[in-house]
């Protein structure tokens, strides 16, 4: 198998279902021979669509990028509720499935801000269990809801008992959990039989490689200046430079509170905070 030597960069990858995000890190790891690859938010085992990897010194880059908001196409069906809110639990609850059209106006009841009680097989901690360790074991933890924002709602199109919808939300927000609270909220019962995350704030799924190009080595990894879309730019001059890489300030000369710095070629140097006339090096990506 052929290996990337690439030391760091950004790198959009297409899950595909029955893995876990964890593996995708093991294969890339393996493949530019590097222990330095990092995640910016997981997918289920049984999801598929866009994971954002950051490779060797771009891990540093992760507080850094902006994941929202989430896309994800969803396929909900309506008849049982399961443990795990997907199609991997084991049905806990059976019901007839609703009539269409009262379901936009539950949809209305789940867009906006709105809490929502994480599924019971979540990595949620409550006193340092996992959730999904403690229903593993019988012994369900009481979760608290969190706030989350859901967007919109779109493309919904029926197939006898099963709803396709694309969902645009906030990080955080369990599609699983949609699915059950559209159930019950419908005094039917549901659960999340697909998923596919296709954009994660600036990226999208469009743009990922796959596995299998992965596994061959035929892929280059994205320039760590793409992590960062939407952070004002500053290209250095030699002498700003040379300070900016030993970790000394610079002349802000323009107003953004944060900077991407980058030299001559445009490849990041570091990102920048201002503090009053100056640029301070925040976070330096280059060796002295």
């Known amino acids: 198998m052929e290996t990337s030597t690439t030391d760091d960069g950004l790198l959009l990858v297409d899950k595909p279902a029955g893995i876990t995000s964890h593996d995708v890190v093991a294969i890339v790891r393996r493949a530019v021979r590097s ?34 908001p989430k896309v994800y196409d969803a396929t909900i069906r309506f008849g049982a509720e399961t443990d795990t809110d997907d199609a991997t639990g084991a049905v806990t609850r059976e019901a007839e499935p609703p009539e269409h059209d009262r379901v936009p106006a539950a949809i209305a009841r789940l867009t906006g801000e709105i809490e929502q009680v994480p599924p019971a097989y979540s990595a949620k901690k409550v006193a340092g269990s996992r959730a999904y360790d403690a229903a593993r074991r019988g012994e369900p933890l009481v979760l608290a809801p969190s706030r989350v924002t859901v967007h919109r709602w779109e ?71 793409r992590a960062i879309p939407s952070m004002p730019v500053r290209a250095l001059a030699d002498t700003e430079l040379t300070r900016v890489i030993h970790g000394n300030a610079i002349a802000a000369e323009t ?11 445009e490849s990041l140097v570091a990102i920048a905070d201002r503090q009053g006339d100056e640029l301070r090096p925040r976070l330096v990506l280059r060796d002295g």
């Open 155 to 225: 493309s919904c199109a029926w197939d006898g008992d099963t709803l396709d919808v694309r969902i645009t939300c906030s990080a955080g927000t369990y599609i699983r959990a949609l699915a059950r609270d559209l159930g019950r909220l419908l005094e039917s019962a549901a659960h999340l039989t697909a998923l596919r995350r296709i954009r994660s704030g600036a990226f999208s799924v469009d743009d990922a490689v796959t596995m299998d190009q992965i596994t061959a080595g035929a892929f280059d990894p994205l320039p760590l200046r």
């Open 35 to 68: 222990r330095r690859v990092g995640h910016t938010g997981t997918l289920d085992p049984f999801a598929t669509g866009l994971l954002v990897l950051l490779i060797g010194r771009g891990t540093r880059l992760i507080p850094y990028v902006e994941g929202e």
């Open 255 to 265: 107003d953004a509170p944060r900077f991407a710095l980058v030299d001559a070629a």
